[in-house]
């Protein structure tokens, strides 16, 4: 089975633009979840995608989104970029049962300028 | 405020000694738990998870320790290896529900051949 993909793998931007970010779930995979990783803050979670639906949201502004396609592809959006949203954003993918275990995609490196 | 933590950011041990990583949690209601690691440039993998009703998780080399009294799991690696340098981070979840897991930190651990 091919593994979580995301692209692209690395982004620079600036601030003010808006970047999205795409992530392939492995094949089966209806839960699409995605964090974000900063030096010294570990794994900080986004949002979770089930069925194309949000079903859990962490703790962050509005700026970021996103969405879930009917084949389980999620694309995650920030608008308005700022310096602090340099990170690597990660994707993970799981079947969406309560102790399935989650798999992770290699992540895209965003840089904001 | 953080419901999980790993209180040590890195941790060295010889070639073919044990390594114990630690976690500690402040949420009573999380009873499941994993351990990931993550290499530079990638994404973080699986290693091992332990549910509350039990404490004690084998895998191969891995084995994870649960004390509910104490909110603290460890997770042993013996005997080390060079390729088990990496970040490892420990991850928990309520099991009621379908919430997001909350990860730590993480603790570098070099293995010195």
């Known amino acids: 089975k091919a593994g979580v993909t995301q692209t692209p793998r690395y982004l620079i931007k600036t601030r003010g633009q808006q970047v999205t970010l795409s992530c392939s779930p492995i094949s089966g995979h209806r839960s699409v979840s995605w964090y974000q990783q900063t030096p010294g803050q570990g794994l900080q979670f986004l949002f979770e995608?089930?069925?194309?639906?949000?079903?859990n949201k962490g703790n962050f502004p509005g700026r970021f989104s996103g969405r879930q396609f009917s084949n389980s592809r999620s694309e995650m959006n920030v608008s308005t970029l700022e310096l602090g949203d340099s990170a690597l954003y990660l994707c993970?993918?799981?079947?969406?049962?309560?102790?399935?275990?989650?798999?992770f995609g290699p992540g895209t490196r965003l840089t904001v300028l | 405020d953080q419901q999980v933590k790993q209180n040590s950011p890195s941790l060295s041990v010889q070639e073919g000694r044990i390594s114990i990583l630690n976690c500690d949690y402040t949420?009573?209601?999380?009873?499941?738990f994993l351990w990931y690691k993550k290499y530079p440039a990638e994404g973080p993998t699986f290693l091992i998870s332990?549910?509350?009703?039990?404490d004690k998780n084998e895998d191969g080399r891995f084995t994870v320790f649960l004390n509910k009294s104490a909110k603290h799991l460890s997770l042993h690696i013996v005997p080390s290896q060079p390729g088990d340098s990496a970040v490892y981070f420990c991850a928990a979840r309520r099991g009621s529900g379908n919430t997001p897991l909350v990860f730590g930190k993480g603790t570098r651990l070099s293995v010195i051949a």
């Open positions: 995608y089930f069925s194309e639906t949000q079903r």
């Open positions: 993970a993918s799981s079947s969406g049962t309560i102790t399935d275990t989650q798999y």
């Open positions: 332990i549910s509350s009703i039990k």
């Open positions: 949420n009573s209601m999380f009873d499941y």
